[in-house]
């Protein structure tokens, strides 16, 4: 499958505990229906890597909550990345950088439109941990808009020890040691405060989608 014209959707809160249920056949038919090719789903959280055109994609996630919204009567938020951005999302795990003799310090822009891709971390807590975090404890909140660095920087770090988590840009990295159902760096906590919508994805899933990306 080539990376040209792929895109991600990441769909928040379907098919959790048994609610919420949208089946991914009806769901790739409404990606397909949208404009959508080669729609391939993957488990059933909502994770969808398809081909589309840049007309499409910029109509894209408000004609899928529509159409989930008219159907199962849900609101469902949707955050989209392009293959490139999903894949680099991979490549920047930052829980996996060691931590250095001196931790540099962290310069947090005026705006977090300011941060260059790839290049400036803005982040909170410890954002140079020793490598070697395991797997299972890793996860990506994905942003739907970039955060105002101000927000950024009004997160609390002692809000869910021992959780981690740092932004770059529009992905927040967690390290949730004791799993996703106990942690208090939520979804609704992420969203209130950087003013945005958010969906969070684990690790493997993460690499998975990365995967199918090419």
């Known amino acids: 499958m080539s990376a040209n014209g792929l895109h991600v959707a990441l769909l928040r809160g379907i ?7 949208v089946p991914m ?3 790739a038919a409404m990606f397909e229906h949208a404009g959508c090719s080669d729609v391939v789903t993957y488990i059933q959280s909502g994770n969808v890597v398809f081909r ?6 910029r109509r894209l996630a408000g004609a899928i909550r529509g159409a989930i919204e008219e159907r199962f009567g849900l609101r469902v ?6 293959a490139a951005e999903l894949r680099e999302v991979a490549r920047q795990n930052v829980f ?4 250095p003799a001196r931790a540099p310090s962290l310069h947090v822009p ?6 260059p891709v790839g290049l400036s971390v803005v982040g909170i807590g410890t954002p140079f941990l020793a490598a070697g975090a395991a797997p299972g404890e890793l996860h990506v909140a994905f942003l739907a808009d970039l955060p105002a660095a101000a927000a950024v920087a009004a997160l609390d770090p ?5 959780d981690e988590l740092v932004v770059r840009g529009r992905e927040v990295y967690l390290r949730l040691p004791n799993g996703v159902a106990r942690t208090k760096l939520t979804n609704a906590y992420l969203d209130s405060k950087l003013g945005t919508t958010c969906t969070m994805r684990s690790w493997k899933t993460v690499l998975k989608l990365a995967e199918l990306c090419g």
């Open 15 to 21: 098919n959790v505990g048994g609610k919420h249920l």
């Open 96 to 99: 996996e950088i060691p931590r």
């Open 110 to 115: 005026k705006a977090a439109k300011d941060v």
């Open 77 to 82: 938020p949707v955050v989209l990345r392009s």
């Open 158 to 162: 002692k809000r869910s020890p021992p």
């Open 25 to 27: 056949k009806s769901l």
């Open 52 to 57: 589309a055109k840049d007309a499409a994609v």
